[in-house]
């Protein structure tokens, strides 16, 4: 038996099209939620289904060792009884925590979304360690893209590596396929990594700067909240605790992204719009490479052009992160 461990907004997006797909073929799993991003879970109860187990371990302004700490504790209470496999996603605290509990108890780990890299262990940060790590641990490895692949063959990793793409396909397309948008002059924007919250004021303030002439619609994390909204222009609409299908529909009716995320790096490609990474380095080259995407660390203000020239569709590129993805997994999990 399977069993889905997920904690994070990211891992629940690129969980459910694939936890549909076992329902739907009838292959026997359980689901594990860890409470990380416990107030945005409300927002996928309609895609996903009811936990079989649920932790408690989010407090405010807890560091990440004690977050940790609180998944090793609480894992030891779960039943793995009849479990031969734990799956986690990408590279959150709970995907490492977890795969690390699992290799303890000697049960098979299979990593989503594996072999991203930066080569910097410290952007993005706890990131980029935890899916190096997760990758040391895991059995079977299915990646995003042959970039990916070839993270891990350079690594010594070539057991188990397939090449599948990406969920967050599958997520877009079931959420946007019976709509059609019409796009608005917005742009959307998302900044809240670790690593830019010394910067976050200088990129704020190009936003300020920008919300003079132009409409833009900021999501909010939770951690940067009450600064947002002291800082941040009155002319910016900010939003937060947008459940997927609305944030669906923000990328698609947006004249481009601004944002220092990782997954929308992959949904901007999806929807065909042109993205400014607000990092140094990307774990997703593949947007930057097709086209879509632009790193610019902070230098929002003399990049912003690059979001209004637009690129035609019949010159778009087949999109890096693949399609039918899920289906690509469940036919290697019943190989193996």
Not at 167 to 189: G, P, R
Not at 224 to 247: F, P, Q
Request: proline fraction near 3%; glycine fraction near 6%; aromatic fraction near 10%.
């Amino acid at each position: 038996m399977y069993l889905f461990c997920y904690g994070t907004r990211p891992e629940m997006i690129k969980m459910f099209p694939l936890i549909d797909k076992f329902s739907e073929k009838k292959i026997p799993y359980k689901t594990l939620f860890s409470g990380q991003h416990k107030d945005l879970f409300k927002q996928f109860k309609k895609y996903l289904p009811k936990p079989d187990f649920i932790m408690d371990t989010m407090e405010k302004g807890q560091s990440i060792n004690k977050l940790s700490s609180k998944i090793f504790d609480q894992i030891d209470l779960i039943d793995f009884t009849n479990i031969t496999h734990v799956i986690v996603q990408g590279d959150t605290t709970t995907a490492f925590i977890i795969a690390m509990a699992a290799f303890n108890k000697k049960i098979k780990v299979i990593h989503l979304e594996a072999g991203l890299r930066t080569h910097d262990k410290y952007s993005p940060y706890p990131e980029e360690m935890n899916r190096c790590l997760i990758s040391k641990i895991a059995d079977i490895h299915l990646c995003p893209t042959w970039i990916a692949v070839n993270n891990l063959k350079l690594e010594g990793i070539t057991k188990n590596v397939y090449l599948v793409g990406n969920t967050v396909v599958d997520a877009f397309n079931v959420i946007s396929k019976s709509e059609k948008y019409l796009t608005q002059e917005n742009y959307l924007v998302t900044l809240h990594r670790r690593e830019n919250r010394d910067k976050i004021y200088l990129l704020w303030d190009q936003l300020n700067e920008i919300a003079k002439t132009r409409s833009i619609i900021y999501l909010i994390h939770p951690s940067l909240k009450k600064e947002a909204y002291e800082y941040l222009d009155d002319r910016i609409t900010k939003l937060s605790g947008v459940n997927y299908e609305d944030m669906v529909d923000i990328i698609m009716t947006s004249k481009g992204i601004i944002t220092d995320s990782g997954g929308i790096q992959e949904e901007a490609v999806c929807a065909g719009k042109k993205v400014l990474v607000c990092r140094d380095t990307t774990e997703r080259p593949e947007t930057i490479e097709s086209g879509w995407g632009k790193l610019i660390g902070t230098k929002i203000l003399e990049n912003l052009h690059f979001l209004n020239t637009n690129k035609k569709k019949d010159g778009r590129l087949k999109n890096p992160y693949g399609k039918d993805v899920c289906d690509k997994i469940i036919k290697i999990l019943k190989d193996n």
